[in-house]
């Protein structure tokens, strides 16, 4: 994914005309470079040959369901995928969350707070790429690098999505201190906590524990989440 350029490029799967149309022009006039697609088709297709750096998706195409697009994206792009859809429901948000997408917007929406997110959004990316350039963050049989973003567990490489990814590295460089979902939204999110839901770091964090241990990450009740450094057997009471 290419971040940082002057043009990046933003890709609006979008079938209703007018909203494409609008959503075109606004990303051109604020200085990205959009390419619009109508079905999921198109989508699949235009996703090999531009290097989309933020897919705007509707979940309401004519001819795939959208979260089986998602699905496809998330596989094959590490995209910034921002959800737009007219489907209001936490289920609906959840699952989206939980297939690798990265915010959930609700039709109708501000075309201005739209292109606000996908700033924020970028912004993260950029900062976690350049967050602690020297060095690995290592724990136990866990290392998460931040200058290549991969993260490791006995060696094995562990596959995440930009965002998990951000709210790892996030959580373990403050080891034991505990963080609200507000604070992470915030931080790794980088957007503001306005704009997401709890389901959206709930899901992030469950995801988390299903790739690099459940024990990483603890729940501190009524008030969020820390990364927990494992005791070694040999000392643990």
């Known amino acids: 994914m290419a971040v940082g350029g002057d043009r990046a490029s933003v890709l609006v799967v979008e079938d209703d005309a007018d909203i494409r149309d609008v959503l075109a022009r606004l990303l051109d006039r604020d200085g990205f470079e959009p390419h619009t697609c109508a079905t999921g ?3 699949a297709a235009t996703l090999g040959a531009v290097d989309a750096e933020v897919v705007l998706l509707d979940l309401g195409l004519p001819d795939v369901n959208g979260f089986d697009l998602l699905r496809t994206i998330r596989s094959r792009s590490d995209a910034i995928v921002i959800v737009l859809s007219g489907w209001a429901s936490e289920s609906d948000r959840v699952l989206a969350l939980e297939l690798g997408a990265d915010d ?3 039709k109708p929406f501000l075309t201005r707070e739209l292109v606000a997110r ?3 959004h970028r912004r993260r990316s950029t900062a ?3 967050e602690r350039p020297d ?3 290592v724990e136990g049989d866990l290392r998460i690098d931040p200058r290549t973003r991969e993260v490791t567990v006995a ?3 562990v596959d995440l999505t930009a965002r998990e990814f951000d709210l790892l590295h996030f959580l373990a460089s403050s080891p034991r201190q505990v963080f609200s979902r507000d604070q992470i939204l915030e931080h790794a999110w980088g957007s503001s906590v306005a704009w997401q839901q709890d389901a959206t770091v709930t899901e992030h964090v469950h995801r988390l524990r299903q790739k690099v241990g459940a024990d990483r990450i ?3 009740r009524s008030v969020g989440y ?3 450094p494992l005791v070694p057997s040999h000392v643990a009471e």
């Open 218 to 220: 603890a729940t501190v």
């Open 104 to 106: 959930y917007v609700v």
């Open 118 to 120: 996908i700033r924020a």
């Open 135 to 137: 060095g690995l963050l």
């Open 128 to 130: 976690s790429t350049a």
């Open 155 to 157: 060696g094995e490489a």
């Open 41 to 43: 088709a198109d989508a």
């Open 226 to 228: 820390r990364f927990e």
